[in-house]
């Protein structure tokens, strides 16, 4: 059930949007990415998850994806000009223990991945579920709404456009239970 704190027009965007994936814990080996350096390396815990829509989740083209909590809130929202598998991809692993190549590619997302293990260490109830609007859904969804939000689906011709802009626009209204784990693009920080 979404959170009644939410903006009546996000709501109706994750009500609309496509399941594609559902996270359900985290644990087992410790692993780093593939890289040679950065942030992004790690050591991360895998990924207990459940793929729910292949074909949404392999899709090309511009989307906006909504990252929502079992509580009902909005953790994260998020765009790809790619679509949804260049975001939430599966990379290869090697184990911090040894160093070895893990036999199965990990679930990540750069910006989400430390969120959903702190949660997970907080709460290991916690669930989250990945949801995605492509361009051409996304519009149709605005066309919809009765809130000036709807004036984005002018746009419709550039699908970058439109999922930027929503994006920007939840961003803008971030909270405690709407975008806190947006921390590059929100205008002020969750209470």
């Keep these: 059930m979404l959170s009644s704190s939410l903006p009546e027009p996000v709501r109706h965007l994750i009500a609309a949007a496509t399941p594609v994936l559902r996270i359900h814990g985290v644990g087992g080996v410790a692993w780093t990415r593939n890289v040679a350096k950065g942030s992004r390396i790690g050591p991360w815990r895998q990924g207990r998850f459940d793929v729910l829509d292949e074909a949404a989740w392999t899709r090309g083209g511009a989307c906006l994806y909504l990252v929502t909590a079992q509580d009902g809130g909005l953790r994260y929202v998020g765009i790809s000009r790619n679509g949804l598998k260049h975001r939430w ?3 290869p692993a090697r184990s911090v223990a040894d ?21 997970f260490a907080a709460d290991a109830g916690a669930r989250f579920e990945v949801r995605c609007l492509d361009a051409a859904a996304l ?3 605005l066309r919809g709404l009765d809130d000036p939000i709807r004036a984005l689906a002018t746009l419709a011709d550039d699908g970058e456009t439109v999922v930027m802009a929503v994006e920007r626009w939840i961003c803008n209204r971030a909270s405690a239970n709407l975008a806190r784990w947006n921390v590059a693009m929100t205008a002020r920080r969750a209470a």
Aim: overall charge neutral; proline content about 4%.
């Design 139 to 141: 519009v149709q969804v």
């Design 89 to 91: 991809r599966t990379s």
């Design 99 to 119: 160093g070895t190549l893990l036999p199965e590619r990990q679930l990540f997302h750069s910006q989400c991945w430390k969120h959903v293990e702190a949660e």
